[in-house]
């Protein structure tokens, strides 16, 4: 994996990783880097692949970058080697590094292992032949498939001496064994304990063969699992850093670049039309036109002036403004939120760590039948034997691969899951939460009322006249406006009438048209401050409001001469979706929007939800969705824009569109790359439908191992053919846990008769295969 540099302000670097990082790698670089001289402190994220350092000295960040590029992928049985690795780079001199990127190999590397080994007195003779080794095998890049250990296993083991394939298997069990002791001193009996022992016993009976295999199998499942993880297509840091590095100054009566990390709150920053606003500040100069979409997910621009405030990660549509910083790059309001939801994030367990867990209750009474078996018979084979069958391989292979057959299901029909975890959470859901704007609704404002309160106009000739002046204005309202002029055909070219447009400002339009004065806009611009009496239109506007419609007040030499209805219209599948979704036995359903009690209550008729939030802050939402958590509600959040984050990451699963913004396509755990809403019911049945696979999976190696481990009680499964047939079953298991979530289900009692056929081959086996001919009619 690489890290890299995205972020340095005071004291504080973050590095981001585009790879996995498991939650045990993440332990171990936190303990390593924080014993780097001069780092003060350390955070990591394995969520987003964050390192955050501390530092008082500066003269850390190299051997910080050092450790980056040398023992991030060390395997936890090189601890106290890596430590003796960091304090040499501490004590080396210091080289100009490249802070830009740092690449760094995936875990476990071998060249790591040969830098270790050289260490230990003991073991470094061994390490110049495998230093040579290290520089052919190919190391396979982040969160790819590799299967050439078992290409190896296949295809070269066999050609090897004894000896080489016995000291392959003796280091490939070594981790394993130090793990397993690890547990132990912490007084765990835990997987890695049962592996530890399986594999031990093997290496005392010098099967090499039985301990390699074993080694190889847990390896690949710890692939599989770190193949699953979320990945997504930028990290969320590198999303945050804007992608802007310079910044425009205004130094006097000059402009100048500068960068963004030099930027004081004294500065005052030039953002002209097209660019991105770099940091949270207050406007002192020109006005403009802000695209929040990345904040807020509405599609309108907001008017900005004089004393305004604006967001980083916001645009300039139009206009040019000069902004003087309130907050800085990495206190700014995105970063915040951001710290939200890496915070949330540690609280989420994912279907992998159950799937451990379950097998980790399983382990005691495993030992305690070993155990039982020894003191009997004392007979270690027997003993072997139980060992040699777990629920392990099985548990931890079948389900990181049921769920990315689930994730592959889920992106072939339209729907993105980030995870595992996530498809857990789907399952589980039981309330569903909507924001409204952009979710429920198109986000594309259109015209559906005209009326006309002066005789002389008719609502032709009323939408001309307010076109003529909308035209000119860019905001989607405006566009709403004259597309509906150029659908009805109508003469709305402001160069036909004897008319300019005199001055824009942030709630309407003030123009001269035929001598007269015409405005158009809000009825707080129209009224309070034009002065023009909108009483008389009070029965279309009670009307209006009921329907759930934004009013355009249009008047003409200080007289009301109409009115125009703006509409946001529904989603078509939004009412179908929600009936689906009660079908499915979603027990609430509730819209949070920001309009005012009537509009929210006109649109949640209009689709059918059980409940709904009006007058909804955007900083609401999250304390929302934790209050139906902490009532038992098992929520699923959907939202498109940035101030929905929040909420996204504080429900058990979020979701959003595809053109939501691209702040909350980073936080959400579910896209809905077809942008409808009719994906959201097929993920929650794909989430059940997983679920369901991985306890069919579990309940199908548990039977089945037990019954070899009943033949390895009794004595008639020999350690090595338990070996086989455990591996069989995992095979089998996994084979189910891959295919389509969608298709057709394994017959299972299909794979126990190839296993039958197989020990029918063997020689005395025959017994097995009447044992499996008995667990097949359970």
Not at 66 to 88: C, F, I, Q, T
Not at 174 to 191: D, S
Not at 485 to 508: C, M, P, S, T, W
Request: with cysteine; proline share 4%.
């Amino acid at each position: 994996m690489f890290f890299k540099l995205v972020h340095e302000v005071g004291n504080r670097q973050r590095w981001i990783t585009t790879g996995t990082m498991t939650t045990a790698s993440a332990e171990l670089i936190a303990d390593d880097v924080s014993v780097i001289a001069g780092v003060s402190g350390v955070k990591v994220n394995p969520r987003t692949g964050s390192v955050i350092v501390f530092y008082d000295d500066a003269c850390g960040l190299v051997p910080v970058a050092e450790y980056l590029k040398g023992l991030a992928a060390v395997p936890p049985m090189m601890r106290d080697a890596r430590k003796a690795h960091v304090e040499a780079l501490q004590k080396a001199k210091a080289e100009t590094q490249d802070k830009e990127s740092v690449p760094t190999t995936g875990a476990p590397a071998l060249a790591t292992v040969v830098r270790a080994m050289r260490s230990m007195p003991l073991l470094r003779v061994l390490s110049r032949p495998l230093q040579r080794l290290s520089q052919v095998v190919r190391e396979p890049q982040s969160g790819e498939l590799d299967f050439s250990p078992l290409v190896r296993w296949v295809v070269v083991r066999p050609f090897m001496p004894l000896v080489i394939n016995a000291l392959n298997a003796v280091l490939g069990a070594i981790p394993f064994l130090i793990e397993g002791a690890k547990q132990l001193r912490r007084g765990k009996l835990t997987v890695e304990v049962l592996d530890a022992a399986a594999i031990g016993i093997s290496l005392l009976r010098r099967d090499f063969k039985t301990a390699g295999l074993v080694a190889l199998l847990l390896g690949l499942g710890e692939m599989l699992e770190n193949y699953t993880r979320k990945k997504s297509l930028e990290s969320l840091a590198d999303q945050l850093a804007l992608k802007v590095d310079r910044v425009w100054v205004r130094k006097g009566e000059t402009i100048v670049e500068v960068p963004l990390v030099e930027v004081s709150e004294s500065d005052v920053i030039v953002v002209r039309a097209g660019s991105t606003i770099p940091v949270d500040g207050t406007v002192v100069g020109g006005e403009a036109d802000v695209n929040q979409a990345t904040m807020t997910g509405e599609p309108l621009p907001v008017h900005r002036t004089h004393g305004g405030q604006v967001y980083a990660g916001t645009v300039v549509e139009d206009g040019e403004i000069d902004i003087r910083p309130t907050k800085l790059a990495g206190e700014t309001r995105l970063s915040k939120i951001i710290e939200f939801i890496e915070t949330s994030e540690k609280s989420k367990a994912g279907i992998q760590g159950k799937a451990e867990r379950l097998a980790d209750a399983i382990v005691p009474y495993n030992f305690a039948l070993a155990g039982l078996v020894f003191l009997l018979t004392r007979n270690l084979t027997r003993t072997a034997g139980v060992l040699m069958v777990d629920y392990s391989c099985a548990l931890r292979l079948a389900t990181p691969l049921a769920i990315l057959a689930g994730m592959k299901t889920g992106t072939k029909n339209g729907t993105l899951i980030k995870g595992g975890r996530y498809l857990e959470a789907l399952a589980e859901v039981d309330t569903v939460v909507f924001d409204k704007t952009g979710t429920l609704t198109a986000a594309s404002p259109k015209l559906s009322d005209v009326v006309t309160l002066d005789a002389a106009r008719d609502e032709d000739e009323l939408l001309s006249l307010a076109a003529c002046l909308e035209e000119h204005f860019p905001h989607p309202v405006s566009r709403a406006v004259v597309q509906a002029a150029v659908d009805r055909d109508l003469d709305h070219f402001i160069e036909k009438h004897d008319a300019q447009v005199n001055y824009v400002v942030a709630h309407g339009i003030c123009s001269s048209v035929d001598s007269a004065k015409v405005i158009i806009g809000s009825r707080h611009f129209v009224e309070d401050d034009e002065g023009v009496d909108c009483s008389t239109a009070r029965a279309h506007v009670e009307r209006l409001a009921r329907e759930g419609k934004s009013i355009l007040y249009i008047a003409c030499a200080g007289k009301l001469i109409g009115l125009l209805g703006i509409v946001d219209p529904i989603r078509e599948e939004s009412a179908r979706v929600i009936a689906e979704l009660k079908k499915r036995g979603i027990k609430r359903v509730v819209m949070l929007t920001g309009d005012d009690e009537r509009t929210a209550a006109v649109v949640a008729a209009q689709i059918g939800v059980d409940e709904y939030r009006a007058q909804v802050l955007p900083t609401d939402k999250a304390g929302y969705v934790q209050r139906l958590k902490a009532e038992g509600c098992k929520v699923l959040m959907v939202g498109d824009g940035i101030n929905d984050s929040p909420a996204l990451s504080a429900a058990d699963v979020g979701a959003t569109l595809r053109e939501g913004s691209a702040i909350a396509q980073e936080v959400a755990d579910v896209v809905l790359t077809r942008n409808t809403l009719e994906d959201l019911p097929r993920a929650i049945d794909l989430g059940r439908a997983v679920m369901k696979r991985v306890k069919t999976n579990f309940v199908t190696s548990v039977g089945l191992n037990s019954a070899f481990m009943a033949g390895g009680v009794t004595g008639l499964l020999q350690p090595a053919m338990g070996a086989v047939l455990h591996n069989l079953t995992t095979i089998g298991v996994c084979l189910n846990a891959m295919r389509p979530a969608d298709n057709g289900r394994i017959e299972w009692h299909d794979v126990i008769e190839k296993v039958r056929e197989v020990l029918l081959q063997q020689p005395h086996t025959e017994h097995l295969a009447g044992l499996l001919d008995e667990t097949s009619r359970l």
